[in-house]
């Protein structure tokens, strides 16, 4: 999960060597929190309009932890 998220944010920003995704340990086992975090000039880019992108960075995040038996969560941080 963490790879495919990683892939399509370097994808969408200007800088992305600045892209950094992380998996934040939680205390239940079937739950997969990443939390990404982008520079600051690209926010914009991966939030989207009306959050449109998020959206569906969170979706394809979802859809990768099912694949693994887990529910999984996408937090956009700045």
Request: no cysteine.
């Amino acid at each position: 999960m963490n790879e495919v998220i990683t892939l399509l944010v370097r994808a969408l920003v200007d800088h992305p060597d600045q892209v950094e995704v992380k998996q934040v340990e939680t205390d239940r086992r079937d739950l997969i929190r990443l939390e990404v975090r982008v520079a600051a000039s690209d926010t914009g880019k991966v939030i989207g309009k009306h959050g449109r992108i998020a959206a569906a960075l969170r979706a394809v995040g979802r859809a990768a932890a099912a694949r693994q038996g887990k529910r999984g969560f996408v937090d956009i941080v700045s």
